[in-house]
């Protein structure tokens, strides 16, 4: 599991909005410029959270995120569209000597339409596991704060 510490910055009786700063290893990311974390450089980011731990604002938070639905996530973003311009240029490369097209231009042709293909895929992909559960962040516990004062023994 994933996570990451936060502030509640607002509450509502079923929603918590957690503030997080973005954590050292975004820096040492490869994929920081292209990430959503790291629009126009800010290093804060409020998500939305269920507030299952019915915290309030001004909470320390922990908030969590399952490392299986990161892979899938990155699976799809990273290697399904090679896997896809691979796929198109293999296809064309072996379609070519049935329609007496150039076997190079064939594979560019259908490499780039599947590569586009697999994009819109995983849009479509994207906007039905963006409503599962498991693709969201959660909380995972509140952060005990320090209590204010000397501890006095009578």
């Known amino acids: 599991m994933i996570t990451e510490n936060g502030i509640v ?36 980011m409020v998500l939305t959270v269920k507030n299952t731990l019915n915290v309030q604002k001004g909470d320390q938070v922990v908030i969590g995120l399952e490392a299986k639905p990161l892979l899938v996530i990155s699976f799809l973003l990273y290697v399904f569209p090679v896997l896809c311009l691979i796929l198109g240029a293999l296809i064309g490369n072996g379609l070519a000597p049935y329609f007496h097209i150039n076997p190079s231009l064939l594979s560019l042709v259908l490499g780039t339409l599947f590569f586009g293909a697999a994009f819109l895929m995983i849009r479509k992909k994207g906007r039905s596991l963006s409503t599962r559960e498991a693709y969201k962040p959660f909380l995972v516990r509140k952060k005990s704060t320090p209590i204010s004062g000397g501890c006095s023994l009578s």
Do not use: P, Y
């Open 9 to 44: 910055t607002d509450v509502n009786s079923s929603l918590a909005w957690i503030r997080t700063i973005r954590s050292g290893t975004c820096a040492s990311c490869s994929s920081k410029d292209s990430c959503g974390t790291s629009l126009h450089g800010q290093k804060e």
